[in-house]
């Protein structure tokens, strides 16, 4: 608890450093291990102890989630990740890994700037693995690639180093060409391929908790040649102790996904159709915290004690709890009862939430998924666009 309650002051704390926010998903296809990852980074935040992460599937079935200390199917946490010397808060919001829930995905891509998206490096990427990218793209949001499984082309395949790489290079290749086709098709989005020079790639075992990077192999030393080793002579301990996953990602985190300050004047115009020379639009830009308040819902939860809970991103302004604020597509306003952050699978509350955040509010009665909250009246953001799965032609 004390751990526990360390980390939500610091988060607090972190909330007014946009400079320092991450706002991220993660996103798979279906058992390609986006929560076995999830849970890893929660235990390298040192939000669960160590031994429990990885072993979520055994537990998922016969433990009750409650004794672990949080619940690891949280649709939002926060955590917080030393980088550089500077302390960062990382906003994560799960996404559903089910083709039924596309709907769901699309809308926690609203939320956030940056999404890590998982392939099983056996199977490689997959239909869902497609519609995750194009979502994340179409939000304004950036993909890094992590490379999953690892382990099973070592131990399990039997891999040599050269076939390895191989497969691994046609993953990364593939990925890429399902980027390059999907932006090119919007003029206003960067090259936003991703590559292992560059340090947007990652690869490695969220099962055994092992990863490396192009920049974790220069920090700690270790090669792919030291890595089979260890895997092959089944040392995996070891293995996690001298390049341990979740430092790799959450460094990969930290290092390539734009904060809110830099991705808000890009991802505003993309998603806001308002009259951008207004104080309004400014504020959204600049992630102003003084500014008028904007929040977009992006999901509703309930909660048995206190009822429907509306999660999204604050982009500009602060909530507070007493604000009387007009919700998109209604008349009248609602009132803020409770603003909070999540933790785990819990809400804390907390006196305000600034730009750039993610909040949980209570007291919205008329706000449905997708809807503008805001101190003035305006323009809606622009409707999440429901992107389904592609068809897939079986040869
Ligand atoms: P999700 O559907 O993307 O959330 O996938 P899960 O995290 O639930 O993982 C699906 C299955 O793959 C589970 O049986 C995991 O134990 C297994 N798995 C996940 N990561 C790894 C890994 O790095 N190596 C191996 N061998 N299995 C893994």
């Not at 706002?23 to 798979?28: D, E, M, Q, S, V």
């Not at 690869?203 to 890595?227: C, E, H, N």
């Not at 951008?276 to 915290?289: H, K, N, Q, S, Y």
Request: some cysteine; overall charge negative.
């Amino acid at each position: 608890m004390g751990r526990r309650k360390k980390i939500v002051q610091e988060c607090e704390r972190l909330m007014d450093e946009p400079e320092n926010i991450r706002n991220i998903a993660i996103a798979a296809h279906v058992d390609h291990g986006k929560t076995t990852l999830s849970d890893n980074l929660l235990a390298g935040a040192g939000m669960i102890s160590d031994e429990t992460a990885g072993e979520q599937l055994a537990m998922d079935t016969e433990e009750d989630e409650q004794e672990r200390g949080i619940t690891i199917d949280a649709a939002n946490v926060s955590m917080t990740h030393e980088y550089e010397g500077t302390n960062h808060l990382i906003n994560l919001i799960d996404t559903p890994g089910h083709v039924d829930f596309g709907g769901d995905v699309t809308r926690a891509m609203r939320a956030v700037d940056g999404a890590l998206v998982v392939v099983d490096a056996v199977e490689g990427a997959m239909p869902q693995t497609e519609t995750v990218l194009r979502q994340a793209l179409r939000e304004g949001v950036k993909p890094t690639l992590f490379i999953n499984k690892v382990d099973r082309l070592i131990s399990e395949l039997q891999e040599g180093p050269e076939e390895m790489q191989r497969r691994l290079v046609s993953v990364i290749n593939d990925v890429n060409e399902l980027i390059r086709g999907m932006t090119e098709e919007m003029d206003d989005i960067e090259d936003w391929t991703v590559s292992v020079e560059d340090g947007t790639v990652g690869f490695g075992s969220a099962l055994y908790k092992w990863g490396v990077s192009m920049p974790s192999m220069q920090r700690t030393g270790m090669d792919f040649g030291d890595i089979m080793d260890l895997e092959r002579s089944d040392k995996r301990q070891e293995l996690h102790e001298r390049t341990p996953l979740s430092d790799v990602v959450l460094d990969m985190v930290c290092e390539h996904f734009p904060n809110p300050v830099d991705a808000q004047p890009r991802r505003i115009p993309r998603i806001w159709r308002g009259d951008d020379d207004t104080e309004l639009a400014e504020g959204m830009r600049l992630v102003d915290e003084d500014g008028e308040v904007v929040f977009m819902v992006t999901d509703i939860g309930m909660d048995p004690h206190a009822g429907e809970i509306a999660s999204g991103r604050v982009f500009s302004g602060s909530l507070e709890k007493g604000q009387e604020l007009y919700v998109s597509g209604t008349a009248g306003k609602n009132r803020i009862q409770s603003v909070g952050i999540y933790m785990g699978g819990e809400r804390e509350e907390v006196e305000r939430v600034p730009a750039g955040n993610i909040a949980a509010v209570t007291g919205l009665k008329d706000a449905i998924a997708g809807s503008t909250v805001s101190s003035v009246e305006m323009t809606p953001f622009e409707s999440i666009e429901h992107i389904s799965e592609p068809v897939i032609t079986k040869s």
